[in-house]
């Protein structure tokens, strides 16, 4: 893990972070993988274009000298550079050779593009399937900003990442080489010991400050991820900010996130000007060395002023690449450490996982049982404890009980974003574990106590349920949600857009759509997780309709908290405590006089104590729930 600032405390939803090797072994096989032939080819001919421009580069500086040479009157010492061509003719083959050499480069690169390209998509889509795929456990405790922000940093780093290893480190080796034969043989191996001693001190010099830099970066990058996930948390919770007349206090959170991040940001920027100046210093004293024995040369007659130009010339093609493998070695770890935070990520294996070669659920009838569930998101502290349930094919079975007693871990444990710890659930006989997610999935219909729609358009979220859908089909649920009319009535009609999670529309509106989603996907067995609890009255009343007739013809188990919406419900299980401590229709639950009973009464002496405008009486709890009951809704 990378080390953190004391106040960027690490939590559950942190990503862990993979060594630099393991993230180049991950990277590698993007160069080269398996049945992409024109990927190959693509970085076979990027590497030969690389290879002309370096023969190239090394030569250019042969035509720089000659052409000095014949200028200065010393050519004739060396006929066979000069012979047939003038100093004007060399300086063109000069600028030939240099365009040459940028022209490959270029070629290399626009060759070497799709490459890149290819590994980032692929790589981006590979870390959104998996975080798609993890479970809800991980969902619940990440954090939606950081982790946006690991993934930006780590998909931007892989084409970096890429280039850089096949393009600068080996052809930088390459031509330094070369080079360093050119000098031994074309002056005396003092040049090459010279060079030599530069460039070792340089690259010490540049690692070792690099690696301090990164453990600064690390800081940055974490401080970084921080304020970025302080801003979206509070934009995601833009209303409650209003509510409690919070924006001060969330402007000084982020301010404060903001300002660890400038002061290790600085800390970097410092750090990077004493790495330039101190580079530049020893390229200058390897530099300066290096023609101070070429004008001794040249003084002496052993040299002429082409060959002093031609050194010069190599001592600044040398730098180039040097400055060059600094700013790329930075990088370059800061790939690694960006990607590592991402491979670190799809490294986290999911919670809940497909067995293999598990059959797709093949539902019949839709039969929905619960044999001894135990199940727990904390091993020291269970939630349900030996429940036993069937939802018989085509019935209607309501859960009710007070908060926490486990109703909605039910239903969670139904669509298997969890598996239960001890027991068995199943559908028409087959094991939820035994089966595939997806055919699990697409035989639940679900809908939620408050539906989130994504910022697209009308059409878009209920297309949602069933993305193949006509519009004529859209339409059919949409007027069988009665919603259609309002929809129709929208300036866009069903092209408008309903905002971030929906919050352009109501909370009734809202339910119509996702209620006219579900229509859409027609599942055969329908989960209504307090589906009504958060809306007005009369809505509820209506909304109440509609789910009666979804549920019509399916397996259908709900979570209810107001007791008057499930009185018509073929069965009610009433849990407490993750066990079911009564069992019965409502008629029957109420002759018992036990806990369904007491609820019961409970609630319906609140309805009848509210009164809209006035507080509620004394010793009546008041709360949104405290509403007036519809009559279609009440007990027979």
Partial sequence: MAPRSPAVPATPGDPPESAGLSVIRRVAPYLWPEGLAWVKRRVVLALAMLLISKVVAVGTPFFYKAAVDALSGEGAADAAWTLG??????????????????????????????VGQRALRQLALETFTHIHRMSMRYHITRKTGGLSRIIERGVKGVEFLLRFLLFSIGPLLLELLMIAVVLAVVFDIWYLVVVVVTIALYVWFTFAVTEMRVKIRREMNAEDTDANQKAIDSLLNFETVKYFGAEAREAERYDGAMGRYVAAALKTQYS??????????????????????????VAAGTLTVGDFVMVNAYMIQITMPLNFLGTVYREIRQALVDMGQMFGLLEQPAEVQDKPGAPPLRVGEGVVKLEDVHFGYDPARPILKGVSLEVPAGRTVAIVGSSGSGKSTIGRLLFRFYDVTAGRLTIDGQDVRDVTQDSLHASIGVVPQDTVLFNDTIRYNIAYGRPDATFAEIEAVARAARIHDFIAALPEGYDTAVGERGLKLSGGEKQRVGIARTLLKDPPILLLDEATSALDTETEAEIQIQLKGLGRGRTVLVIAHRLSTIADADQIVVLEDGEIVERGSHAELLA?????????FRQQTEEAAWVPGRRPAAGVRGSRSARPVPAGCRSR
């Fill in 85 to 114: 061509a003038g100093a004007v003719g060399l300086t063109v083959a000069y600028g030939m050779a240099r365009a040459m050499n940028i022209g490959f480069q270029q070629l290399r690169d626009v060759i070497f593009a799709s």
């Fill in 272 to 297: 990077l000007a004493v790495l330039n100046f101190g580079q530049a210093l020893l390229i200058t004293a390897g530099l300066v060395v290096v023609m101070v024995m070429a004008a001794r040369g």
């Fill in 592 to 600: 018992r006089q036990g806990r369904y009973a007491a609820l019961w």
